[in-house]
Every structure is written in C-alpha cells, then in structure tokens.
C-alpha cells in the first residue's frame, strides 16, 4: 500500500519524513522533483512538497486588453483556472498511479485546505482511493505523529473559502483596478491599483492623515504642587486641565504662596496585575511592530520559525491555550534553550494556570515556542521574534505582578489636589517579559490629618496634540476591528500599499498618489473606500468556511456590489479623470527649473516609455535627468546639501525609501552608493 502524503512547502515535507521515518527515509525524484520515501505503519510513504499555489484563476484572453468598454462583462465572467507548476502536477499525476490513499498535510487553514484540494483534484484519482488530512499545529515529532495517528476529512468548505476569496478578490482587483487606470490614461507601469480590501485599508492612513492636518491644538492649563516627606513627590489640582486661562491663575495665585499642604484622604492598596495574554496573529504583529520589525518581515520569519519546529503556526486568531496543550513538556524543551533558568522558575510553581485572552477559537492554538533554540543558532530578527514568542509564553505562564497603588488628596489653600503612588512588590510576569514597561512613582506613607512641606507651585501650559500616525501594528489591528482581510493576508495589504508608494514610513503616512486614489474615490464612489462591503464579504466567506453559504450564492452578491460600485465609477467617470490627472500633474511637478530659472521639472515619458525629468520651457528649456525606472518618485522639499539642487525620494518596492538628487553626478550621490554598498 502507498500513501501519498502532500506537503506545502519542501522545507515542511523534508521534516514530517524525517519525523515519520526517524530519520531514515530515501530521497528519490519525479522529474527534478524531490519525493521522500520510507516505510510507516506498514505502508510505503511518498512526501512531495508544493510551492503554495499551483492553479491561478485568471480571465480568459478576451479580457487581457485594459479598456472600459468591457468592465460591466468582466464582473459577470468567471475566471478559469490555469496550472502555475507543470514540473509538480507532472509529479503528483505520477505518484497518482500507484497511490492507495492520499493524505494532505499542509498548514491547517484556509489556503493551506486550498492547496492540498488543489493538488488532489490535479491527481485524477481513481475513486477508491482514499483522501484524507492530517491537522497539525506544529512541525514537532509529538504534533506530526499525533495528526498522522488520528487522520481526519478533507476540509472541503475550508478550501471553498479560501477558492471564493481568490474569485472575489481578483474580479473587485480587476475591474476597479482597469477602471481607475483607463479612466485617468495611467498605464502600463504608471497603473493605478484598486482593491477590495486594499483600499478601504489605504482610506484608513489617508482620513487620519487628514485628520492629523485640520486638527486645531487647543491649550489648556494644570496647576501642579511640589510636595516632600523624605522625598520629593508632586501633586495635581483635582479639577485636571483647564481650559480657560483665567481659572487656572485664580488657583495659582491662590496657592502660590503656601508652605503646606493637609493630608484630606490616603489610600494603599496591594493590587495583582495580570500577565499579558497568549499570542494571536494580530496581537503578534503589533508587538514586533513597537520593535521596529514590519509586518510582512515579521510573518516571514515566523513561518520560517514554524518550519523549522520552533514555534507552533503563527496564522491564528486564537487567544486561548486548549486544554490539551503540553504546557509542562513545552516548558521542559525550554529548559534545553537560551530560557533554561526562566523556564525551570515557571516548572517550579504548584499548578500553571495560563492568562485568557478574549478570543477562543478552534483553528490553531496561540503562538507558542515548540522546540529550543539558542542564540548562537538563530540570529538577527529569527533570535528577536524567536526570544519574543518564547518571552510572551512564559509572560503568560508566571504568577501575577505584586504593586502598591496609593492615592491621597490634600488641602492646600482651601483648593485640593490629588497625588498618585505606584511600587512594585513583586515583578512577576514583569521579569519574563520586558517589552511592556512599568515605571514605578514614588509616594510616601501617610496618614489622614498630617502636613507635608510644599517646596514649589507652577502652572504648566500645553496644548492638545493630533492623532498619530497610524505604525503598522496598530494599522492591522484596527483592519481586524472592520472586518478588513483576515489574520493571513492583513500583513501582506499592507505591504501592498508600501511597495505599490502608496504609503511610506514607519509612522505611516500617504504619499501622494495614494491619497489621490482615495481622494477621488471618496469624492465620487465612496462605498469603495469605506469597510462595509469588504466586511460583508469577508463574513460571508466565513459562512462558506462553517457549511452555511455557497461559493455561487457568495460570488453572486459579490458582482452585484461590484457591479453596484462600477456602475458609480462609470457615472462619474470624468469626475475621477479631472481629479486624478490634476493631482498627479501637480505631483509630477519636482522643483523650479535650476537652468532656465522659468520652467517646472517634472516626470515625463519618452517614445520608449522610459521615465526622466525634464524643463516645461521645452524647447527653449532642454534641461533633462535621469529617472530610477523602479518605484514611485516622490518630490523632496529640501534641496540637495552638496550641490543645492533638487531632490526627489525614490520608494520602491520592499526597499527602504532613498533619497537621491536629481543629478546624478553629484557627490552626494557616490556617497549614497558607497555607503548602500558597504552595507551589503
């Protein structure tokens, strides 16, 4: 008997062989395809390895052309499926032939169901031949020979969504996307992309953008005392900020003078502070986010952890351990890493009783360390979210922080002020997890009636401050409270909207095009811009995914709301085309001419459709500079320290924003050379 075991990634499939066969299986190969063989409870095993998908949906050749005249049929067309790996469903129809069961283990959710359905369906098995799956939430030996001893079912409305997501995402990508370009004439490289649930993420950096610029800060005032008993502590006045200068100086003037100040009230008060909850995705991401780490480098990494058996699936909205989780045996492979001594500390306690989050689910357990690993084994970033997931499962593990809150009101002058004490008794969870600051504020005891010195009064003005920027951990959490994406591809959006310089920054912010984008959106189709229909797709696919909707009810109502929004576009077709192109002709303009003195650079194309800057005064002006032929050019307000000409930033995709001056002889230039080479 053979069994067929279909993994996602080659890396995956080398360890279940290893696992299942203790290390002694035979590489063999299909065509330059790598196919692991051994026996298994005896059956003869062959592990093949996909790359991710191997079927793409796309439209049929009609559709390949970009005009408008064919959108309203695109929304109604459905996209056919195409091979994307002939070497690999070359492979799998082979072991097809002298398969008698064929098992899927590849990632346990959506896309990872898609993929081994996919493989299968490439197979054309005959029919008794069996089909089944093995779940698992770790590449570990204990993980791997579990889910192979207790086989399940194919998970077909699992990959259904996953197949509907994929219809859905490319007609709303398409459609807007063609639209927008052949609307406003960009094309080719200059395209302008639209999507589903790309731009309603977009609109999000660009109205705090505009909220950050309309807003008004507003001053206020606090009257704060200095106070001592053995130590200086200070005190605010009970009334907090005021909002009119006037009040705020009566009580200065009022107490300005005074030399002590009467104890009205104290309390102290030992309070538990809970550790942090376990780890899903989105709570994972936002915290290597605040270690400058981005989100689309963070995922990589852990699926890399997760590959090689460190640490446990990294997509999952859980924030629950299960019951059946190995707490002790996880705790137990610690004590063999670089956490030996943390992990023997939190072995020793009477009884584990692991922190909640608010989010149960059943797909994966929170992230959680799986196998050990050292510091000399993993470095740079695979070290920092490696010590982070294992940092955050102890967290979660250890007893309660100890603190001393205290808080006391006192009489100065007939006004009151209020003063808050903060120490810690007991870290804690602290001592496991120093990525969540705690400060300690002194205050000293006590007691109802007694005087402590006074030793200064002041007034301190401020002003209220904007929004933030959005960073990209707080930029995904908030996508999960709309409904925008899901825990596997939030990350991916919003590096979409880096590489496509739509977006630029740690703190991000819109460049111009993006906001273009969703200027003109907002102004005339605005239900394209907002999280709504996104949102409602989005739980329909969760319908497909619990057995309560069908993938043809779902595609249906999505192309009448595409057909919907089209319709908007269409109508305000030369609305959109005026906005866009006056924007980006504004955009394009780079700096005053420094030749002539008269014409604007801007970005221009020549015959060839290569992109340079050149004078407005053409042809009394035939200033030009070369262009990157990559990434979005962006202005650059300051000029050039070297040679006091322009400059323009260039954003390109997965790299960090450069900044370059437009002439390219200019020292400042070599230098930007020399120092990106001495880096590599």
């Known amino acids: 008997m053979v069994s067929v075991i279909i993994c996602e990634k080659n890396n995956a499939a080398q360890r279940v062989a290893a696992i299942l066969s203790k290390g002694s299986y035979r590489k063999t190969f299909i065509n330059k395809v790598p196919v692991l063989r051994f026996p298994w409870n005896g059956t003869e095993c062959a592990v093949i390895g996909m790359r991710g998908h191997i079927l793409n949906f796309d439209y049929p050749d009609e559709f390949k052309s970009w005009n408008l005249d064919d959108l309203e049929e695109l929304v109604r067309t459905s996209p056919i499926k195409s091979p994307t790996a002939g070497w690999l469903i070359n492979a799998l129809k082979k072991l097809a032939k002298e398969a008698d069961e064929v098992i899927v283990a590849t990632d346990f959710d959506r896309e990872g169901e898609l993929i081994g359905a996919e493989a299968v369906s490439i197979m054309e098995l005959s029919p008794d031949v069996k089909i089944q799956r093995a779940r698992f939430s770790a590449l570990t030996g204990p993980e791997i020979r579990n889910a192979f001893d207790n086989i399940i079912d194919l998970n077909i409305n699992l990959a259904t969504a996953a197949e509907t997501r994929q219809i859905v995402d490319l007609a709303w990508g398409a459609v807007l996307t063609r639209f927008m370009s052949t609307a406003t004439g960009m094309m080719g490289a200059d395209f302008l992309s639209v999507g589903r649930v790309q731009s309603p993420t977009l609109a999000l950096v660009v109205d705090r953008e505009k909220d950050i610029e309309v807003f008004e800060p507003k001053p206020f005032w606090e009257i704060l005392v200095d106070l001592e008993k053995g130590r200086h502590f200070f005190a605010k006045h009970v009334h907090g900020v005021f909002w009119e200068k006037g009040p705020a100086d009566k009580v200065l003037e009022t107490v300005k003078d005074a030399k002590t100040a009467n104890v009205l009230e104290y309390i102290a008060e030992e309070k538990n502070e809970r550790p942090p909850s376990p780890f899903n995705t989105t709570q994972f991401l936002a915290e290597v986010s605040r270690m400058g780490i981005s989100a689309s480098r963070a995922m990589a990494v852990a699926e890399r952890l997760y590959t090689d058996g460190l640490i446990s699936y990294p997509r999952t909205d859980n924030m629950v351990y299960p019951s059946t989780l190995p707490l002790k045996n996880i705790l137990k492979e610690l004590m063999k890493s670089g956490f030996a001594k943390e992990a023997e500390e939190i072995l020793a306690q009477e009884k584990l009783r692991p922190t909640r989050g608010k989010k149960q689910t059943t797909d994966h357990p929170p992230i959680h360390p799986v196998g050990a690993a050292t510091k000399e084994r993993l470095t740079g970033d695979n070290w920092r979210i490696y010590e982070l ?35 810690t008794l007991d870290e804690g969870w602290y001592s496991y997890y120093p990525y969540i600051k705690h400060n300690d504020v002194f205050m000293p005891e006590l007691k109802k009636g007694e005087e402590v010195n006074v030793v200064g009064v002041r007034g301190r003005e401020g002003k209220t401050e904007p929004p933030r920027r959005f960073t990209q951990g707080v930029l995904i959490r908030e996508m999960e409270r709309l409904g925008l994406g899901t825990k596997s591809t939030r990350h991916e959006i919003v590096q979409k909207l880096y590489d496509r310089g739509y977006v630029e920054g740690t703190n991000i912010a819109p460049t111009n095009t993006g906001r273009t984008i969703i200027q003109a959106l907002e102004d005339n189709a605005d239900m394209i811009s907002k999280p709504d229909m996104t949102k409602q797709l989005e739980d329909d696919m969760t319908e497909i995914e619990n057995g309560k909707k069908k993938q043809d009810e779902v595609v249906s109502e999505s192309q009448e709301m595409l057909a919907k929004s089209l319709g908007v576009l269409l109508t305000h077709k030369d609305d959109i085309r005026k906005e866009v192109q006056d924007a980006l002709k504004e955009q394009s303009q780079i700096a005053r001419c420094p030749k002539c003195k008269e014409g604007d650079l801007v970005i221009r194309r020549s015959k060839r459709g290569k992109r340079f800057v050149g004078c407005t005064s053409y042809p009394d002006c035939t200033n030009t500079y070369p262009l990157p032929q990559f990434g979005t050019i962006v202005p650059h307000e300051d000029d050039c320290k070297t040679c006091k000409g322009p400059q323009i930033k260039v954003i390109a995709k997965r790299r960090r924003p450069e900044l370059m001056c437009l002439d390219m002889s200019c020292k400042a230039n070599e230098k930007r050379k020399n120092s990106r080479a001495n880096k590599k």
């Not at 967290?395 to 809150?405: E, F, S, Y």
């Open 389 to 423: 997931v294992v940092r955050r499962f102890l967290a979660t593990l250890a007893p309660d922080a100890l603190v001393l809150r205290k808080e006391a009101r006192f009489d100065i002058e007939g006004e009151e002020f209020q003063s808050h004490g903060h120490e």
